[in-house]
């Protein structure tokens, strides 16, 4: 999973030019970015992008466009921190390598703009719920105000995570439960 030889010799050698380089991931799986994301200045995963996909990574590059996904793996720093995923099970699991990190590069549900947003006034209908309850149709619902505080158009993804606490078997650390993607203009709330 680690970058070919050649790739980051290319890298390295547009590094020297000391102008701003963009490294546009087309791939289907997690690579290990190593040294690569030292030598770039931004990252772009495009997954397969498909037959508009070239349309579509240059409107982001150029900036007609404002990315806004996020990341649905975990990217790993070193090859040596598979399997690296966000949702492990809470039990005896070590996170960390005697010699490295047991930490993603990047973590899953992990994206930027060209923008910035605020997220304030977070409120839960309430703090815990127990399962039957929500089996039987209850809910809980979260309320916010999220603003884009930058100077242009953007989406930002809401992501909620939950985690049980008294659970019959090891829990995960966090579970995606939903998202939404909300568009604002600038100073928009």
Same mark, same amino acid.
């Given at each position: 999973l680690s970058w070919p030889a050649a790739q980051i010799e290319l890298a390295t050698e547009l590094a020297k030019l000391n102008i701003p380089i963009v490294a546009v991931m087309i791939e289907g799986r997690p690579h290990a970015l190593g040294e690569l994301d030292e030598l770039v200045d931004a990252i772009l995963i495009a997954g397969y992008?498909? #037959? /508009?996909g070239g349309k579509a990574l240059a409107s982001i590059l150029t900036g007609e466009r404002s990315p806004s996904g996020k990341l649905a793996i975990s990217i790993p720093d070193s090859s040596g921190q598979l399997p690296v995923y966000y949702n492990y099970? #809470?039990?005896? *699991?070590?996170?960390h390598y *005697? #010699?490295?990190s047991? /930490?993603?590069k990047y973590r899953f549900g992990y994206g930027l703009s060209y923008t910035s947003f605020d997220i304030s006034e977070l409120a839960l209908s309430t703090n815990e719920i127990e399962v039957a309850k929500l089996e039987a149709g209850e809910t809980v619902a979260l309320t916010g105000v999220i603003q884009n505080t930058g100077s242009v158009a953007g989406a930002e993804v809401i992501q909620v995570y939950s985690r049980a606490t008294l659970p019959k078997v090891a829990p995960r650390v966090k579970e995606l439960k939903g998202f939404k993607k909300i568009w604002l203009e600038p100073g928009e709330s």
């Amino acid at each position: 999973l680690s970058w070919p030889a050649a790739q980051i010799e290319l890298a390295t050698e547009l590094a020297k030019l000391n102008i701003p380089i963009v490294a546009v991931m087309i791939e289907g799986r997690p690579h290990a970015l190593g040294e690569l994301d030292e030598l770039v200045d931004a990252i772009l995963i495009a997954g397969y992008p498909g #037959d /508009q996909g070239g349309k579509a990574l240059a409107s982001i590059l150029t900036g007609e466009r404002s990315p806004s996904g996020k990341l649905a793996i975990s990217i790993p720093d070193s090859s040596g921190q598979l399997p690296v995923y966000y949702n492990y099970r #809470d039990t005896s *699991f070590k996170e960390h390598y *005697f #010699d490295l990190s047991g /930490q993603p590069k990047y973590r899953f549900g992990y994206g930027l703009s060209y923008t910035s947003f605020d997220i304030s006034e977070l409120a839960l209908s309430t703090n815990e719920i127990e399962v039957a309850k929500l089996e039987a149709g209850e809910t809980v619902a979260l309320t916010g105000v999220i603003q884009n505080t930058g100077s242009v158009a953007g989406a930002e993804v809401i992501q909620v995570y939950s985690r049980a606490t008294l659970p019959k078997v090891a829990p995960r650390v966090k579970e995606l439960k939903g998202f939404k993607k909300i568009w604002l203009e600038p100073g928009e709330s």
